[in-house]
């Protein structure tokens, strides 16, 4: 699974993680590499091996000048492209220098995020695809807000809670005597958490695409109307929400793998229409719906630690997990499971269909490359520039004709501006 993921792009910081030029150096753990990240001279990201080559100290306490970032041990010094620039130690004039590298890989920045290819070497550049064109990294920065959060177990159970529209009839339900603007977190009115909350067996339909599939989820809303929420996968790890109506933000989210037990999951808001206000901005910050609120090291401030800090007594009264934070209760629930989940004790049913989609595309990704066959879709890059979100249709149309009324187009991809 890990080289396919190495197939495409990947997340590996925010930008503001790496503010300045010759600033200081970042840890980075990804796809179970220690690596460093630093912003060079010229404002290039670099995103090398942790280890200097020399005696194997480790450049995150490194130097960042002039181009390059210095080992303090004996100096050494190193590009953005990982060629040794400077051995200090060496005798002048001697080829040693040309064949020192330490593994470097590729970066662009996209959407106010680091993107790193980690594929194989021998693939760069010629056979490398473009950035998958996800839509909120395609608007100017005032129409979005980006962040990050790490959940402390395996990608793939952290995705599947993103692709499950039916726990939002539990897991995220105020108390029925609770109005909803007294639960801020939840993305609905009331009509909506009535819909929610009064079916929670939502029938499924699932459509393909050439990057993964849309999930729609349709529940009785009033009289003969049907209440859809619809989700988009894209591979290897994308997804976006199934609340946002017409005129509200999209939310979407990224699930990059640091090892096996741990990921980060990159959260994104974006409004094609107008730019994200201030005051939207600082309830961002803080923490809203499927953004968890965070420390400055971008880790959860309720946790497994401290139980997210859970609270019995709204429990009882008020919500449904007494955690405040529909992503801190993703988080719980997810974490809950085991860092990696046991699959061969599940019983699952009707309302688990995406889960069992989405697990056998990206087995079957995975199986197909370790046969010979590359993936095809992270050449599709423009592919990626897709829509989800909530309609209400009559009865018996079709999930395609929800998708053409929602979005004009039956998966709910977005043309792009010429």
């Not at 699974?1 to 930008?15: D, E, H, K, T």
């Not at 609770?178 to 639960?183: A, F």
């Not at 990921?263 to 994200?276: A, F, G, L, M, S």
Request: net charge negative; with cysteine.
């Amino acid at each position: 699974m890990g080289q396919y993921f190495r197939r495409f792009w990947q997340p590996v910081a925010l930008s503001e993680e790496l503010p300045q030029a010759d600033g200081p150096p970042i840890r980075v753990r990804v796809m179970g590499e220690d690596l460093v990240a630093f912003r060079d001279s010229s404002g290039r990201v670099g995103l090398v091996d942790r280890r200097c080559p020399h005696r194997g100290a480790d450049l995150y306490y490194g130097r960042n000048e002039d181009c390059g970032l210095r080992c303090v041990y004996h100096g050494w010094k190193f590009d953005a492209e990982g060629r040794a620039v400077d051995l200090p130690n060496v005798p002048p004039g001697s080829s040693y220098k040309d064949r020192i590298r330490i593994t470097a890989y590729p970066t662009r920045e996209f959407g106010e995020i680091v993107w790193a290819w980690m594929g194989p070497a021998e693939r760069w550049p010629e056979r490398v695809p473009e950035l998958s064109q996800l839509e909120f990294a395609t608007l100017p920065a005032e129409n979005r807000f980006v962040t990050k959060k790490l959940q402390e177990c395996n990608w793939a159970q952290s995705m599947e809670g993103a692709l499950d529209t039916s726990h939002f009839s539990f897991l995220h339900m105020p108390a029925p005597s609770v109005p909803s603007n007294e639960s801020p977190d939840v993305p609905a009115d009331e009509k909506r958490l009535k819909w929610i909350r009064d079916d929670p067996m939502p029938r499924f339909s699932i459509l393909p695409h050439d990057v993964g599939f849309v999930i729609g989820g349709a529940r009785r809303a009033d009289g003969r109307d049907i209440y859809w929420r619809t989700t988009q996968f894209m591979l290897p790890a994308h997804a976006t929400t199934p609340s946002t109506l017409p005129g509200e933000n999209y939310f979407g989210y990224t699930f990059v793998p640091i090892d096996d037990l741990s990921c980060w999951i990159y959260t994104y808001v974006w409004n094609p229409e107008r730019p994200i206000t201030d005051a939207e901005r600082a309830k961002f910050r803080g923490g809203h719906g499927v953004i968890g609120e965070v420390g400055p090291d971008y880790v959860p401030l309720r946790n497994r630690r401290n139980e997210y800090q859970i609270d019995r007594a709204d429990q009882k009264d008020r919500t449904y997990t007494g955690v405040r934070g529909l992503a801190e209760q993703d988080a719980m629930i997810q974490e809950s499971q085991g860092f990696i989940v046991d699959r061969t004790t599940e019983n699952l049913t009707a309302t688990d269909a995406a889960i069992m989609r989405f697990r056998r595309t990206v087995m079957g990704g995975a199986k197909a490359l370790a046969e010979g066959q590359e993936p095809e879709a992270p050449w599709r890059h423009d592919a990626f520039r897709l829509r989800s979100g909530s309609w209400i249709a009559a009865e018996g149309v079709s999930f395609e004709q929800v998708m053409m009324e929602r979005f004009g187009d039956p998966l709910g991809r977005v043309k792009a501006k010429a």
